[in-house]
């Protein structure tokens, strides 16, 4: 079974504070890794795609590590607006265009 | 740019009765279309996804049946509604055959009485 797998946290930190996030995925022949946050009642939005060489967005920082099948979401000097759920997704090569979206971690940034 | 448009926002519906959600896409052509659902403190299944008009691929038995009449328009119908039917549901679109990121439309609130 192809499984996307998170921390549901929640994670409570202060602003400014540094937080990371991880992700396994069990099948190793995935092709392609994102991150999208959801805002509490809201649709998904892409935050950033993972690239193999690792990838970074202003405060945002992703990481892939292939050979023991794990993404991670590094987010510095967080923000209130940061707070949010982030969801870690994959696709499966071979599964055509279908997504596979983890159950997401919750994030609280605290004043 | 691209947007997606969902109606409508929210909706309560008794069990039993037919349910019609639509999905619109602007500013692209030949998208693949998806529809998901969220249950209360669940992950996002996917339901429907489809790559062209008339197209439809069924991921999981259910109540539920996708259609997608033009390019750029997809329908989420059920014939009578079930208590499990609740949810959020949601569409997306992604360009055809390119780098599988999806764009979520604004989601519709379903809750079967």
């Known amino acids: 079974r192809k499984e996307v797998e998170q921390d549901p946290g929640p994670f409570n930190v202060p602003e400014g504070a540094t937080v990371a996030f991880n992700c396994t995925y069990s099948?190793?022949?995935?092709?392609?890794f994102f991150w999208y946050r959801q805002d509490c009642r809201k649709e998904p939005k892409l935050l950033m795609s993972?690239?193999?060489s690792g990838n970074e967005d202003g405060r945002f920082t992703a990481q892939l590590n292939r050979a023991s099948q794990y993404i991670s979401l590094l987010i510095r000097d967080s923000k209130l607006s940061d707070s949010a759920t982030y969801l870690c997704?994959?696709?499966?090569?071979?599964?055509?265009?279908?997504?596979?979206f983890g159950k997401g971690t919750l994030l609280t940034v605290n004043p | 740019s691209q947007t997606i448009h969902q109606w409508p926002a929210t909706l309560v519906q008794p069990v039993g009765s037919p349910l019609s959600l639509e999905c619109t896409v602007e500013?692209?052509?030949?998208?693949?279309l998806y529809w998901y659902r969220q249950a209360a403190g669940r992950g996002l299944q996917l339901l429907f996804y489809?790559?062209?008009?008339?197209?439809i691929s069924s991921e999981v038995p259910q109540n539920l049946s996708a259609s997608r009449p033009q390019d750029r328009q997809f329908i989420l119908s059920s014939k009578k509604l079930l208590l499990s039917d609740s949810g959020f549901y949601l569409c997306?679109?992604?360009?055809?055959?390119?780098?599988?990121?999806?764009?979520f439309g604004p989601g519709t609130r379903l809750t079967v009485t």
């Open positions: 997306a679109w992604s360009v055809q055959g390119a780098a599988y990121e999806q764009y």
């Open positions: 099948n190793s022949a995935s092709q392609s």
């Open positions: 993972v690239y193999s």
């Open positions: 997704v994959v696709n499966w090569e071979g599964s055509n265009y279908k997504l596979t």
């Open positions: 500013g692209t052509s030949n998208p693949n």
């Open positions: 489809s790559v062209g008009i008339g197209q």
